[in-house]
């Protein structure tokens, strides 16, 4: 099937996606988050025109799922520090046939050093005035709850509307999941949802097999001379082939087996503002 690689989400399953669909895993662990108890029983009392925030969106698909097929009536700001990925998320995803969604390049990220998000404009987004903020599968967390983590959970508490949700999900140490809970709940923010989905992180990964080893061999073949250097080629082309599948959490690499033997665990979380 013909698509362009730019759901990058590791995901979960089982899939509410058909089967013929190889970004379902991704799609899944967004709609996951979004179909939290939580976050249904807040859309249930206030409606679907929701100011959502997302930090770390990449190319913007999983903002493009939700604002095209699960909260369509939202303004969603979709925030990455890589500018190539807002590029496509613009080209792609924030078209004008989807207008809710607003992809804004934020070179020094969102609460590093006190840095505050801004919308598609540059402007600050005010105290108070965000119904959802977002992080899905993004670098913040992934060795401990440090300094830079507790800077981004107060700019996020800050941006939120008391009884706003920040919702939560990645593949992090299992013991990262374990401090958060409390520091979270105990600055400014109540846990709702908890939600363990390592076991169906796995599964997707073993499910996601032959699409990523097609992808990967697609790449390898638009360099035919780099892989076929005597003595070197061969080399590389198997260090590369290891950093990319460890990226994706690839059966057999260092990531994957740390699901698997529950040294990381893949989660949903949500944390309403008090």
Not at 23 to 48: C, I, P
Request: with cysteine; net charge negative.
């Amino acid at each position: 099937m013909p698509y362009e690689f730019t759901f990058n989400t590791w995901g979960i399953a089982p899939s509410p996606y058909p089967e013929d669909d190889p970004q379902r895993h991704g799609k899944a662990a967004y709609a996951g988050l979004v179909h939290l108890d939580a976050a249904k029983a807040y859309v249930q009392k206030h409606g679907e025109e929701l100011t959502i925030v997302e930090i770390g969106c990449g190319t913007g698909a999983g903002a493009n799922l939700i604002t095209r097929e699960l909260l369509t009536k939202s303004r969603y700001i979709a925030i990455d520090m890589q500018a190539a990925a807002i590029r496509t998320c613009r080209k792609k995803h924030g078209t004008a046939d989807n207008s809710g969604l607003k992809c804004v390049h934020s070179p020094g990220g969102v609460g590093n050093g006190g840095n505050q998000a801004v919308d598609e404009t540059g402007a600050v987004i005010a105290d108070g005035t965000v119904d959802f903020v977002i992080i899905s599968e993004t670098h913040i967390a992934d060795i401990e709850i440090g300094p830079e983590e507790k800077m981004i959970f107060n700019e996020i508490q800050r941006m939120l509307k008391p009884g706003g949700l920040f919702l939560w999900g990645n593949a992090l140490p299992t013991r990262v999941w374990v401090d958060a809970v409390p520091y979270l709940n105990g600055h400014g923010f109540k846990m709702h949802d908890n939600l363990n989905h390592t076991q169906g992180a796995v599964t997707a990964r073993d499910e996601d097999v032959p699409r990523v080893n097609a992808y990967v061999n697609h790449l390898y073949s638009q360099y035919p001379l780099a892989f076929n250097i005597p003595m070197r080629g061969p080399r590389c082309l198997t260090v590369v082939d290891r950093l990319l599948k460890n990226f994706y959490r690839h059966p057999g690499t260092a990531l994957y087996l740390k699901m698997v033997t529950g040294y990381d665990s893949y989660m949903h979380q949500s944390y309403e503002k008090l």
